[in-house]
């Protein structure tokens, strides 16, 4: 993208056709970039409590994680989840918490959802900079990567 923005700025005008060729990369490598990940996923069962701290309706609900990774995780919720919502997790093997963001929520089961929440602060959670894997979490079992995460 970088290099293609370099040519498509040089001092010496290109021809119409090979502006809009390099237009066109930028445009397809700005689609593809969208649509990468920050890092790898890991299938992992870490025992959570989620807490909305609304003064209008505060709860609390004891889950597990689905898929995590070093920038947040998914999980199964029966309480009402919306975009961008503000809520607190915290780990119950370990007692750390941490402000989490609601990035996307999908409709499961009658009642139920699943949602992606994301960090507000990266702090390494999970215990990735340990090991990601059997030294972070002894207790857990992993299954490979996510191919394309």
Same mark, same amino acid.
């Given at each position: 993208?970088?290099? @293609?923005?370099? !040519?498509?700025?040089? =001092?010496?005008?290109? +021809?119409?056709?090979?502006?809009?060729?390099?237009?066109? &990369?930028?445009?397809?490598? *700005?689609?593809?970039?969208? $649509?990468?990940?920050?890092?790898?996923?890991?299938?992992?069962?870490?025992? !959570?409590? &989620?807490?909305?701290? @609304?003064?209008?309706?505060?709860?609390?609900?004891?889950?597990?994680?689905?898929?995590? *990774?070093?920038?947040?995780? $998914?999980?199964?919720?029966?309480?009402?989840?919306?975009?961008?919502?503000?809520?607190?997790? %915290?780990?119950?093997?370990?007692?750390?918490?941490?402000?989490?963001?609601? =990035?996307?929520?999908? @409709?499961?089961?009658?009642?139920? $959802?699943?949602?992606?929440?994301?960090?507000?602060?990266?702090?390494?959670?999970? +215990?990735?900079?340990?090991?990601?894997? %059997? =030294?972070?979490?002894? $207790? !857990? *079992?992993?299954?490979?990567? !996510?191919?394309?995460?």
């Amino acid at each position: 993208m970088r290099e @293609a923005t370099n !040519i498509a700025c040089t =001092a010496e005008p290109a +021809g119409n056709l090979e502006r809009a060729q390099l237009l066109d &990369v930028l445009l397809w490598a *700005s689609d593809l970039h969208k $649509s990468l990940r920050r890092g790898p996923r890991v299938r992992a069962r870490i025992p !959570i409590l &989620v807490r909305c701290d @609304a003064p209008e309706a505060p709860w609390e609900e004891k889950s597990e994680t689905h898929m995590l *990774s070093a920038h947040g995780f $998914s999980f199964l919720c029966w309480h009402e989840l919306s975009k961008d919502q503000v809520l607190t997790c %915290v780990r119950l093997d370990t007692g750390r918490r941490q402000k989490v963001r609601v =990035a996307w929520v999908r @409709a499961k089961e009658p009642g139920q $959802s699943e949602a992606g929440l994301e960090f507000l602060a990266l702090d390494d959670f999970w +215990g990735f900079e340990a090991g990601a894997g %059997v =030294a972070a979490f002894p $207790s !857990i *079992s992993f299954v490979k990567p !996510i191919a394309g995460s």
